[in-house]
């Protein structure tokens, strides 16, 4: 059976599309992207309208969609997280209906239990086959892991592979099978590589940053959770891999095993697993070129889909599994609610991805954030956007001191006798306003733009509009 | 008890900010070397607000001024002291006859701000002749609160490589200590110069904490946490010292003059040093005082 078609419309055409469908893409190209872009293109010149978006994430290089907002060919977003000038966009109101952020686990649960229609999936491959055997290890566009699009490929009526490195049959390494593909689409570029993974991912050299890292470390040695068979999770930002650096420094030392670091897969993991820190890597994305070259090669880095990462249910996740994440914020409040969705103006600049899901999953869930950040202060009565309730997150760390949340007596206890300086987070925002000052209320216009939703499907909380 | 002095620019104000929150047990707030002429003015205003808001911790605030053969000292002087700094940094001293005239300009300047106490001073040592007169230098007035070491510029002076391993400015090192020791006063060690090498760091701290050191100037906040570390006392160390003052006090108890602990005499010098580790504790983890007498 041939799948090769000539070119994405005619693929779209074949796939039956129509006004008013459900298209899904995956962020395994993140900010190199070029398949969204080329997809909506598409779209338009075949005059097609009223399309729902569902992307796993959104970033500045999609910021030639925002014409599609314009002319109603995308009428509706749904996101994990909406970042560049494609979040402000929507915050200006140039969407015609609400976007709607899901987490990166809520998003797969709900492709896979029919809440989330997808009529056509795009899949943009690094490498495949004629007959849609895909994967993102080989290719000049590898991007490693594919885990977010492994629920759309399951799931959508019809899928498309695009890719721009063809291999004969079969592609040995696949990971989305034929069997879930319905047309291959050969294309010159899916991405720009400079924009899909970083040669390195460096860890920050700021001294606060590292400060509040080795905070961050040593909250996790003294929370009595690091022992044989921790599990771990964090982010790609400087503070989140410093501090997973002191973690490894503190288990070799200790000659502490781990049983597997989660994420979102960063060089730094890598070596965390070649040291011996940790028995497995399971990746639902990777970051850099050293975490594409280790999912290649060694069996013992696996690749996971995102419904494993952290899609809720009885059936449960690897979110679950988790002892310690440490994940960043732009605001907390004094419930210890997060917000990763909007920026100090209101407007929306990213979204959840996994935070709330590995927030309410691990046993310890760590927010770190310097105090202020260009003379605003992280902490405030209420978040301008709740994110991640503040009932899932354990323990706020600063360069200035932790706070440990009221419900959290044991941890406060342990972290106490450990020297570590605790404090209130009352204390905290009278630290930061005596330094900043307090900012003044920002406008908040009468139109939602955006419903967050929790993992459970519940509405956590709605965006305004800022014009 | 200051085991790291931490030197951060006085033209940073977000360095300054975050300053206490590196771990330092002292910061040394730069007017000199990290602050080009045409930002004096400004370093002097920031350092000053810096210096009048208030702390979250207890650290140690020291000035770094300008040399005295330069045209700012005595607006640092003007500028700074009102502010009552913990102390003042003066560099390259040399002997008596500079001390003389930074201190008469102090004297003048905390008389016309009403300050009662002098500011005490950390004098840097960084020139032969200030390494040959180290005991005049440590025992010069009760302003003297110990001496520092500047390897680097010394080195200059001496005509000869600095190097990592140190063998250039051994000598210095312990006529250093020696003079502090001999006059009652603390002494801090040059900074490791090399940034990345934390091995080579943890070497060059034990290395001076066994000759006599007590504590280190860091020139990068990455330093701080293992020079802290290498002169903090262990977890052991506390332990033992602990077990010894309480030995000790069972043996005035029970009217016993000679004390043996796991088979060694404990005599004055190891009580003595007994109760420093204890009260270095202290002071380090806020830890309650052990009552030995």
Known sequence: MNKLIASIKEALRLAGIRDGMTLSFHHHLRNGDHVINMTVAALREMGIKDINLSASSLFQVHAPII???????????????????????????RLKKKAVFRSH?????????????????????????????????????????????????????????????????????????????????????????????????????????????????????????LKDGFSFQTGAGGASLAAAMYLKDIMLKQNIHGSFCMGGITGYLVDMLNAGCFEQLMDVQCFDLKAVESIRTNPRHREVSATHYAAPGPRGCIADHLDAVI??????????????????????????????????????????????????????????????????????????????????TELKERLKAARLPVCSLEELKAKAEEMSGIPAPIFKGEKVVADVLYRDGGLMDQIHGVF | MIRTLSFLPGNTPNMLINGETLGADALILDLEDAVSPAEKDTARILVR????????????????????????????????????????????????????????????????????????????????????????????????????????DLTADLHCKRTKEGQEIFYARTRL??????????????????????????????????????????????????????????????????????????????????????????DAPIVARARQVVEDARQIFGEEEDTDE
């Open chain 1, 67 to 93: 014409d599609a907002f314009e002319d109603e060919t995308i009428t509706s977003v749904e996101s994990d997280y909406i970042g560049g000038d494609v979040g402000r966009a929507i915050s200006m109101g």
């Open chain 1, 105 to 225: 686990g809520h998003r797969p649960a709900d492709i896979e239990n029919g809440k989330m229609h997808i009529d056509i999936a795009i899949i943009a491959a690094p490498s495949s086959d004629a007959s849609g055997n895909c994967t993102g290890k080989y290719g000049k566009s590898a991007c490693g892991s594919l885990g977010y699009a492994m629920p759309d490929a399951r799931c959508a009526d019809r899928v498309i592979v695009v890719t721009d490195h063809l291999v004969s049959y079969p592609l040995p390494d696949f990971s989305i099978p034929e069997t879930q593909v319905d047309y291959v689409v050969q294309v010159d570029s899916i991405g720009d590589p400079a924009g899909i993974v970083s040669s390195t991912t460096k860890i920050t050299r700021d001294p606060v940053g590292l400060r509040i890292a080795a905070y961050a470390a040593q909250s996790i040695l003294h929370s009595g959770l």
């Open chain 1, 327 to 408: 994940l960043g914020a732009t605001e907390v409040d004094l419930n210890f609610n997060v917000n990763v969705h909007t920026d100090s103006q209101g407007v929306i600049m990213g979204g959840s991805g996994g935070h709330s899901d590995v927030a309410a999953g691990a046993k310890l869930a760590i927010i770190v954030a310097p105090l202020t950040r260009a003379r605003l202060p992280l902490i405030v009565n209420r978040v301008n956007c709740i994110s991640t309730p503040g009932s899932t997150v354990d323990l706020l760390v600063t360069q200035y001191g932790l706070a440990v949340n009221p419900s959290k």
């Open chain 2, 49 to 152: 607000n810096y210096l009048r808001t208030q702390r979250i911790r207890k650290t140690f605030l020291i000035v770094r001024i300008n040399a005295t053969d330069t045209a700012y000292w005595r607006d640092d002087l003007a500028i700074i002291l009102p502010e009552k700094p913990d102390a003042v940094l003066p560099t390259k001293v040399s002997g008596r006859q500079m001390l003389d005239t930074l201190t008469a300009e102090m004297s003048r300047v905390e008389q016309d701000a009403g300050l009662e106490r002098p500011t005490p001073l950390l004098p840097l040592i960084e020139t032969a002749m200030g390494v040959e007169n180290a005991i005049e230098i440590a025992s010069y007035s009760d302003r003297i609160m110990g001496l520092a070491l500047g390897g680097e």
């Open chain 2, 177 to 266: 200590v020696c003079a502090a020791r001999a006059a009652g006063v603390n002494v801090f060690d040059t900074p490791f110069t090399d940034v990345d090498d934390m091995e080579g760091l943890e070497k060059d701290a034990q290395f001076a904490k066994a000759l006599g050191f007590s504590g280190k100037l860091v020139i990068s906040p990455r330093h701080i946490d293992t020079v802290n570390a290498v002169f903090s006392p262990t977890e052991e160390e506390i332990e033992y010292a602990r077990l010894i003052l309480a030995c000790i006090r069972d043996a005035k108890a029970q009217g016993k003059g000679v004390v043996s602990l796991r088979g060694k005499m404990i």
